[in-house]
């Protein structure tokens, strides 16, 4: 039976990612790096998993590993990082167990590795000295060591973690190491046999940068305004005729500050009577359309774009269903998204209530909101 112990390198100090270190970013049930080694701890097989860190970062893994309660599994160990991967993952193999028979090396900043991925590298070692899983191309791919080149995509392939291979043929080749960007690197240096492949993972990403760690955000917003005898409404920035108008300072766009309020709100935001106030002169009868501008650009400050947003319109009259299309294409435009991501749909309020006796018109809506 294998006794594997899991060296995870996390020695990096996350300059590409920002100011803050991507390790330690809120991921799943933890951090980056508790959801990079967690998976591994549900296998038998795996008798030690050592995160490979820099000093200064000691405190904060143990601190994380403390809140999940995994403190308390006694297979965690850590070591000092080293300069490069290389120099990381032999600080690491100083920690290996004495019984341990085989390595499987995961990088500290792949949180969505799944058991199956593993229980996958796992089982190829039941035939291989090696195991690396791979993803094929999707774009295509040039040379440009010695000028613009191109390659044929179907003859490469993407590496990712977890690798795995035999422990004697490991610290063998990292004994000889010189710095290299991947274990396969310095495996082939003194191994020319076969190394296993299996199918990668397209959910397994590295985090590198800020936009890598999908941090999605979703706000709701609502708004209604009273009716008046007049000439017709204004909804996502379409006149529709109507014995009525509504109340309001601005032109009264109920579904689209409906919107205004749920990017605002899910951006931690205030709403929209702190960004337009009633009491300021220069936004009567405002279009709300070049509001939802103005809320697009803090959204926009803010490091976000909008996915997807859905309202729904409340009232009794008028009839919606005619405009609805060029709600969405107007709406669309300004969020800079695709019609197809914006959903409206059209209610009454059965003659319950102000909305259901005319008087009002009401709108909720959402947004979906991803970085930049």
Known sequence: MKSINVIIPAGGMSQRYGESNKLFEKCGKGCVLTEALTPFLA?????KVIVATHTSFFDEVMSWLSILHLDEDDRITLAIGGGTRTDTVKNALHSLTDDCTHILVHDGARPFVSNELIENVINALDTHKGAVSLLPLVDNITGVSNGVKALD????????????????????AYSKATPALDDLTIIQRVYDGEIAHIEGDRKNRKITHKGDLS??????????????RGDGVTLCGVKIPAPFSLV???????PIHAIMDAILSALGEKDIGHYFPVDDPKYDNADSMKLLDVVMEVCHEKGYKVDNVSVTVIAEKPMLAPY????????????????D???????????????????????????????L
């Open 153 to 172: 995509r179907r003859d490469y392939r993407l590496m990712q973690t977890p690798v795995g291979f035999e422990r004697e043929l490991f610290e063998m």
């Open 215 to 228: 941090q999605y955000k979703v706000g709701c917003g609502y708004d209604i305004h009273r009716t008046e």
């Open 341 to 371: 991501c914006v959903g409206i749909c059209a209610t009454t309020n059965e003659q319950v209530g102000e909305i259901g006796k005319g008087n009002a018109i009401g709108a909720y809506a959402t947004a979906l909101l991803s970085p």
């Open 324 to 339: 609805i299309n060029e709600m969405r294409a107007r709406t669309s435009v300004r969020l800079g998204v695709s019609e």
């Open 248 to 254: 309001a300072h601005s032109d009264g766009d109920v």
């Open 43 to 47: 296998f038998n097989e795996v008798t």
